[in-house]
C-alpha cells in the first residue's frame, strides 16, 4: 500500500513539475518570439525606410512663339546643412531626369541598423537632352558637404581615395565585399513636372530613388471670374 501511495505521489509531482515546466518553457517561447518579432520589425523598418534628399519645384513654365514648351525647376539638396545645392535648370519639355550615384550595402547591415545607402548627386537633365548637357549637381571626385562627418573617422588620403576612385571601386568585387558594399550604380527617375506641385526625391535605406509629388499649399490659384451685375 506504502509503495502504492510512493508511486501515485511520484506521478502526481511529475505532473505537476511537468505541467509547471510547461508552463515555463511556453512563457519562455512567447517571449522569445515576442523579441524575435520586435526585432523583425524593427529590421523591416530599417529596410524600408526613406530619407527625403532633395525638392524640386517648378518655377516657370510657358510654350513659347515656336510652340515649344520650357520648364524651369528649382532644385534644392535636403536636408538643409551646409554647402547644400540649390539650383535652377531652364529646359525644353517637361520630363526631368534626377541622376545620382548610389552605394548600397549588403542589406543585412542595413536591417541591423550599421549601414544605410550613400549618394551623391550628379546632374539634371531632360528627356530630350543628352546627360552629358545636362545640369551639373556635384563636381566628379569630390567629397560631398554632408558626408564630412561621415567619412570623419577615416584619414583624410582615404577618403579622397575613396570619392576620387569611386568607378574603380565599383569594379572591385572583392574589395566591395570586404566593405559590406552590395553595388555602387548610377540612379535616374524621373517625372513629368508641372506648376502647383512640390516632388520630393527620396532614397531608401537600401539605395532606391523615388520621387513623391505633393500639391504646394502656397501655389497661385487660379482666379476665379466675378460675376457680371444683372447676369
Do not use: C
Not at 558626408?147 to 568585387?173: P, Q
Amino acid at each position: 500500500m506504502r509503495k502504492q501511495l510512493i508511486v501515485g505521489a511520484t506521478a502526481v509531482l511529475a505532473a505537476v513539475l511537468g505541467t509547471a515546466y510547461y508552463g515555463f518553457q511556453t512563457v519562455k517561447d512567447i517571449t522569445q518570439l515576442l523579441k524575435e518579432n520586435q526585432e523583425l520589425k524593427a529590421s523591416i523598418a530599417r529596410l524600408t525606410s526613406e530619407q527625403e534628399i532633395g525638392i524640386a519645384q517648378v518655377t516657370a513654365q510657358e510654350r513659347g512663339a515656336d510652340g515649344q514648351l520650357r520648364t524651369t525647376v528649382r532644385f534644392v539638396e535636403l536636408p538643409l546643412n551646409a554647402g547644400r545645392i540649390d539650383t535652377e535648370y531652364t529646359f525644353s519639355g517637361d520630363v526631368l531626369y534626377f541622376e545620382a550615384l548610389v552605394v548600397k550595402f549588403e542589406e543585412p547591415l542595413v536591417a541591423r541598423g550599421e549601414e544605410r545607402a550613400l549618394y551623391v548627386w550628379r546632374r539634371l537633365y531632360a528627356e530630350k537632352v543628352a546627360p552629358a548637357d545636362g545640369k551639373i549637381l556635384q563636381p566628379e571626385r569630390t567629397e560631398p558637404a554632408r558626408y564630412e562627418a561621415t567619412f570623419a573617422k577615416l584619414k583624410l588620403a582615404e577618403r579622397t581615395t575613396f570619392w576620387n576612385a569611386i568607378w574603380d571601386l565599383a569594379h572591385d568585387t572583392q574589395r566591395l565585399r570586404s566593405l559590406g558594399v552590395r553595388a555602387i550604380s548610377g540612379k535616374a527617375p524621373s517625372y513629368q513636372m508641372r506648376p502647383g506641385y512640390r516632388y520630393y526625391l527620396k532614397i531608401s535605406a537600401t539605395g532606391e530613388l523615388n520621387i513623391e509629388p505633393e500639391a504646394d499649399p502656397l501655389a497661385a490659384k487660379p482666379a476665379v471670374p466675378t460675376p457680371t451685375p444683372g447676369k
